[in-house]
Nanobody, 125 residues
């Protein structure tokens, strides 16, 4: 198991933007190793997958963030990013990156082996 490292969280007013980054190992090999995702967990709520991306193909988003968040990968620098725009108070949560898919398909409901420690995002109204 590998510990991922997130950064970029913080406090912002509603309507603002934040960009999260996650440094990952240089995964190589099978396709599933390149599936990565972002999850979030608000106080008192279950963790939810919000965006996932594979080595090839399109990204997947939860309905709650579709059209506002963009997931991307920089394979050269082993970095997973999440651009968050038009933030809402309900986006307030701890955000986690995840990698090394344990069970296909690559989606926001996937199971992952490696996780980051989390970065807090707080959106005020």
């Amino acid at each position: 198991q590998v510990q991922l490292v997130e950064s970029g969280g913080g406090s912002v007013q509603a309507g603002g933007s934040l960009r999260l980054a996650c440094v990952t190992p240089a995964y190589t090999g099978a396709f599933r190793l390149n599936c990565m995702a972002w999850f979030r967990q608000a106080p008192g709520k279950e963790r939810e997958g919000i965006a996932a991306i594979a080595a090839v193909g399109s990204a997947r988003y939860a309905d709650s963030v579709k059209g506002r968040f963009i997931i991307s990968k920089d394979n050269a620098n082993n970095t997973l990013s999440l651009q968050m725009n038009s933030l809402k108070p309900e986006d307030t949560a701890m955000y986690y990156c995840a990698a090394f898919l344990l069970e296909a398909p690559c989606s926001i409901s996937g199971r992952f082996r490696d996780w980051g420690q989390g970065t807090q995002v707080t959106v005020s109204s």
